[in-house]
C-alpha cells in the first residue's frame, strides 16, 4: 500500500510535458511498434541542462519480443522491480528479450549531463551498469520503490526530479559544450570526421578528446560512427532504392566494405539482411 502523504506534491513545475520527437536509433521498426506502454517526457526547466528526458516501457505480452536499440553517447538510470542503477554509454546495441508483464522506467542524460551528479570522468561508466546506492550512496536508497509505487507517470517523475535536485548538480560550462557538439554531430549528417568537429567549434583535436572522455564517455569519432549508423539503419528501414556504395560515401565510409563490416558489427547482421528482415525486399 502507497503512503499518499510521502509522495511529492504536484504543482505547475511538475507538470510533465510529453516528448513527440520519434526516437532515434530503434531497431526492427515493426516488432517494436506492437509493444505498447512506451512514453517519453521532458524534464522540468532546471533539470533540462542534465536531463534529455524520462522514458518508459511497459509491456504484456502473450509471446517474447526482442527489443533492441543502437547505443547512444548518454548515461541512462534505470529503474525496475524496485531496483534501480545507473548504466553508461554502450559501445553494443541494446537487447533484451520482453516476455510476460512489465515495466521500466528510466532517466536519459545529455551528453555530458551526467558528469555534475557524480564528479568523476563518465568514461568510468562506459560499458558498465552499477547499483544506485553504489553509485550515490544512501541518497538512493529506496529510490526504485518509491518512484514505482504510484502507476501515474507524473507522479514517478516528481520522485524522480525529487532525487535529483537533491543532488545538487552544478551548471558547468563543459557540460553544455559536450552536449552541443552531441547535439551538432546528430543532427548534421554531413559530419563525418573529427577534425570536422573541432574546426566547427574552434577546439584542439587533443582537447576535444579529453572533453568527451571526461564529460560523455566516449570518444567524438565514436559519437560520429554511431550516430551515422544510426542514419543508415533508420533510411534502410524508410525503405525504397537503395545504394550501398552512394549510403556508405554519404556516411564518410572510404568503401562499401567498411560500411558494411561496421553496420554488421553495431547491429548484428549485414544491412541487406537488416532490410529482409523488415520485409522491405
Not at 69 to 74: G, R, V
Request: net charge positive; hydrophobic share 45%.
Amino acid at each position: 500500500m502507497v503512503d499518499r502523504d510521502a509522495r511529492p506534491a504536484l504543482n505547475k513545475r511538475d507538470m510533465i510535458r510529453p516528448k513527440d520527437e520519434p526516437p532515434r536509433g530503434i531497431l526492427n521498426v515493426p516488432a517494436a511498434q506492437s509493444v505498447s506502454g512506451h512514453a517519453r517526457y521532458h524534464p522540468s526547466d532546471d533539470l533540462a541542462p542534465f536531463v534529455e528526458h524520462y522514458w518508459t516501457v511497459a509491456w504484456d505480452l502473450r509471446e517474447q519480443q526482442t527489443a533492441e536499440t543502437l547505443p547512444h553517447p548518454s548515461v541512462h538510470i534505470v529503474l525496475e522491480a524496485g531496483k534501480g542503477e545507473v548504466h553508461g554509454v554502450s559501445s553494443r546495441r541494446f537487447s533484451r528479450v520482453l516476455e510476460g508483464k512489465g515495466r521500466v522506467f528510466g532517466i536519459k542524460f545529455r551528453p555530458g549531463g551526467f558528469r555534475p551528479f557524480v564528479m568523476r570522468p563518465v568514461a568510468d561508466f562506459t560499458d558498465r551498469g552499477f547499483p544506485l546506492q553504489e553509485v550515490f550512496g544512501e541518497a538512493a536508497a529506496g529510490l526504485a520503490l518509491r518512484a514505482l509505487a504510484p502507476p501515474e507517470h507524473a507522479e514517478t517523475i516528481a520522485v524522480l526530479e525529487a532525487f535529483l535536485r537533491q543532488c545538487n548538480p552544478q551548471a558547468d560550462p563543459s557540460v553544455a559544450l559536450a552536449c552541443r557538439i552531441a547535439e551538432r554531430i546528430a543532427a548534421d549528417r554531413a559530419i563525418t570526421r573529427v577534425e570536422q568537429v573541432a574546426a566547427n567549434f574552434g577546439i584542439g583535436l587533443r582537447t576535444l578528446q579529453r572533453l568527451f572522455g571526461e564529460y560523455v564517455g566516449v570518444s567524438p569519432k565514436w559519437v560520429i560512427q554511431r550516430y551515422r549508423l544510426h542514419e543508415a539503419a533508420a533510411r534502410l528501414a524508410a525503405g525504397g532504392d537503395i545504394d550501398w556504395a552512394d549510403i556508405a560515401l554519404e556516411l564518410g565510409y572510404a568503401d562499401q566494405a567498411h560500411f558494411i563490416r561496421d553496420f554488421r558489427r553495431l547491429v548484428g547482421r549485414s544491412p541487406a539482411d537488416y532490410v529482409k528482415a523488415l520485409g522491405k525486399v
